[in-house]
Protein backbone atom coordinates (compact mmCIF):
# COMPACT_ATOMS: atom_id res chain seq x y z
CA UNK A 1 0.00 0.00 0.00
CA UNK A 2 1.25 3.56 -0.55
CA UNK A 3 1.97 6.05 1.98
CA UNK A 4 1.70 9.29 2.61
CA UNK A 5 5.48 10.18 2.27
CA UNK A 6 5.49 7.83 -1.04
CA UNK A 7 2.69 9.44 -2.55
CA UNK A 8 4.34 13.43 -1.53
CA UNK A 9 7.19 11.93 -2.82
CA UNK A 10 5.45 11.24 -6.48
CA UNK A 11 3.44 14.69 -6.49
CA UNK A 12 6.77 16.74 -5.91
CA UNK A 13 8.32 14.87 -8.55
CA UNK A 14 5.56 15.70 -10.94
CA UNK A 15 5.05 18.57 -9.97
CA UNK A 16 8.49 19.59 -11.04
CA UNK A 17 8.51 17.58 -14.32
CA UNK A 18 5.43 20.04 -14.70
CA UNK A 19 7.48 23.12 -14.17
CA UNK A 20 6.66 24.14 -10.65
CA UNK A 21 9.67 24.08 -9.50
CA UNK A 22 9.16 27.65 -7.17
CA UNK A 23 7.21 26.92 -3.91
CA UNK A 24 4.74 29.32 -4.11
CA UNK A 25 3.75 28.24 -7.32
CA UNK A 26 3.57 24.65 -6.33
CA UNK A 27 1.51 25.21 -3.78
CA UNK A 28 -0.75 27.36 -5.61
CA UNK A 29 -1.02 24.29 -8.17
CA UNK A 30 -1.32 21.67 -5.00
CA UNK A 31 -4.10 24.03 -3.91
CA UNK A 32 -6.00 24.96 -7.38
CA UNK A 33 -6.39 20.97 -7.43
CA UNK A 34 -7.29 19.69 -3.61
CA UNK A 35 -7.93 23.11 -1.88
CA UNK A 36 -4.72 22.76 0.45
CA UNK A 37 -1.71 23.94 0.28
CA UNK A 38 0.89 20.99 1.74
CA UNK A 39 0.52 17.33 1.12
CA UNK A 40 0.96 17.12 5.02
CA UNK A 41 -2.96 18.17 4.81
CA UNK A 42 -4.20 15.54 2.46
CA UNK A 43 -5.61 12.25 3.04
CA UNK A 44 -4.70 9.37 1.05
CA UNK A 45 -7.18 9.68 -1.29
CA UNK A 46 -6.54 12.92 -2.19
CA UNK A 47 -3.65 12.31 -2.73
CA UNK A 48 -4.12 9.55 -4.79
CA UNK A 49 -6.42 12.11 -6.75
CA UNK A 50 -3.67 14.15 -7.66
CA UNK A 51 -1.25 11.31 -8.67
CA UNK A 52 -3.93 10.30 -10.76
CA UNK A 53 -4.26 13.53 -12.42
CA UNK A 54 -0.50 13.86 -12.40
CA UNK A 55 -0.08 10.35 -14.40
CA UNK A 56 -3.20 12.04 -16.81
CA UNK A 57 -1.09 14.73 -17.44
CA UNK A 58 1.96 12.41 -18.56
CA UNK A 59 3.87 13.88 -15.45
CA UNK A 60 4.44 10.95 -13.87
CA UNK A 61 4.58 7.03 -15.50
CA UNK A 62 2.23 4.25 -15.07
CA UNK A 63 3.01 1.39 -13.38
CA UNK A 64 0.77 -0.70 -15.65
CA UNK A 65 2.26 0.53 -18.39
CA UNK A 66 5.36 -0.10 -16.90
CA UNK A 67 4.56 -3.41 -16.87
CA UNK A 68 3.00 -4.01 -19.83
CA UNK A 69 6.55 -2.85 -21.97
CA UNK A 70 8.30 -4.91 -19.59
CA UNK A 71 12.20 -4.94 -19.59
CA UNK A 72 14.08 -2.90 -22.53
CA UNK A 73 17.34 -3.91 -20.89
CA UNK A 74 17.43 -6.98 -23.66
CA UNK A 75 18.29 -6.54 -27.39
CA UNK A 76 15.52 -7.88 -28.39
CA UNK A 77 12.89 -6.15 -26.56
CA UNK A 78 11.09 -3.06 -28.25
CA UNK A 79 12.48 0.58 -27.33
CA UNK A 80 11.07 2.77 -25.65
CA UNK A 81 10.58 5.17 -28.29
CA UNK A 82 8.90 2.62 -30.07
CA UNK A 83 6.41 2.36 -27.40
CA UNK A 84 6.06 5.61 -27.17
CA UNK A 85 5.52 5.97 -31.21
CA UNK A 86 2.63 3.21 -30.34
CA UNK A 87 1.01 5.22 -28.02
CA UNK A 88 1.16 8.26 -30.04
CA UNK A 89 -0.29 6.37 -32.88
CA UNK A 90 -2.83 4.69 -30.72
CA UNK A 91 -4.49 8.33 -29.62
CA UNK A 92 -4.48 9.41 -33.16
CA UNK A 93 -6.66 6.36 -34.26
CA UNK A 94 -8.97 7.08 -30.46
CA UNK A 95 -7.58 4.13 -28.61
CA UNK A 96 -7.47 5.71 -25.34
CA UNK A 97 -6.72 2.75 -22.90
CA UNK A 98 -3.16 2.08 -25.34
CA UNK A 99 -1.68 -1.04 -24.56
CA UNK A 100 -4.73 -2.02 -22.23
CA UNK A 101 -7.27 -1.86 -25.07
CA UNK A 102 -9.48 -4.52 -26.51
CA UNK A 103 -9.06 -3.43 -29.95
CA UNK A 104 -5.30 -2.98 -29.70
CA UNK A 105 -4.56 -6.17 -28.09
CA UNK A 106 -7.07 -7.59 -30.78
CA UNK A 107 -5.14 -5.78 -33.78
CA UNK A 108 -1.28 -7.20 -32.39
CA UNK A 109 -2.56 -10.36 -32.26
CA UNK A 110 -4.32 -10.44 -35.74
CA UNK A 111 -0.83 -8.63 -37.11
CA UNK A 112 2.01 -9.89 -35.06
CA UNK A 113 0.57 -13.19 -34.12
CA UNK A 114 0.74 -12.24 -30.42
CA UNK A 115 -1.94 -12.37 -27.85
CA UNK A 116 -0.78 -9.72 -26.19
CA UNK A 117 1.33 -6.67 -27.18
CA UNK A 118 4.14 -6.73 -23.77
CA UNK A 119 5.21 -10.31 -26.03
CA UNK A 120 6.30 -8.44 -29.04
CA UNK A 121 9.84 -8.58 -29.59
CA UNK A 122 11.62 -5.29 -31.94
CA UNK A 123 10.63 -6.89 -34.81
CA UNK A 124 7.11 -7.27 -34.09
CA UNK A 125 6.76 -3.85 -32.22
CA UNK A 126 8.23 -2.79 -36.49
CA UNK A 127 5.25 -4.59 -37.71
CA UNK A 128 2.69 -2.81 -35.13
CA UNK A 129 3.73 0.12 -35.95
CA UNK A 130 3.45 -0.47 -39.78
CA UNK A 131 0.22 -1.49 -39.63
CA UNK A 132 -0.66 0.76 -37.13
CA UNK A 133 0.42 3.98 -39.42
CA UNK A 134 -1.77 1.89 -42.49
CA UNK A 135 -4.55 2.11 -40.51
CA UNK A 136 -4.95 5.85 -39.54
CA UNK A 137 -4.32 5.73 -43.82
CA UNK A 138 -6.83 4.19 -44.67
CA UNK A 139 -8.79 6.05 -42.13
CA UNK A 140 -8.04 9.11 -43.35
CA UNK A 141 -8.43 7.55 -47.46
CA UNK A 142 -12.41 6.43 -46.41
CA UNK A 143 -13.03 9.79 -45.11
CA UNK A 144 -11.97 11.60 -47.93
CA UNK A 145 -13.47 9.34 -50.12
CA UNK A 146 -16.75 9.42 -48.65
CA UNK A 147 -17.35 13.13 -47.98
CA UNK A 148 -17.86 13.35 -51.64
CA UNK A 149 -20.92 10.48 -52.18
CA UNK A 150 -23.13 11.93 -49.13
CA UNK A 151 -22.85 14.93 -50.60
CA UNK A 152 -24.02 14.06 -54.30
CA UNK A 153 -27.05 12.32 -52.19
CA UNK A 154 -27.76 15.14 -50.16
CA UNK A 155 -28.27 17.13 -53.89
CA UNK A 156 -30.60 14.30 -55.49
Known amino acids: MTTKANYSKMIHLGAKRLGYTDESDYRAWLESIIG ?6 CTLDELAAVTKKLRALNA ?15 DDRPT ?23 RLIAFCAKVCKVTNPR ?6 MQKLIA ?26
Open 60 to 74: LENPHDLAMRGATNT
Open 119 to 124: FLKREG
Open 80 to 102: PAQWGTVEKLCKQLGIKEGYRDA
Open 131 to 156: ALNKWINNTAKQSTNTTPTIAKEAIK
Open 36 to 41: KRSTKD
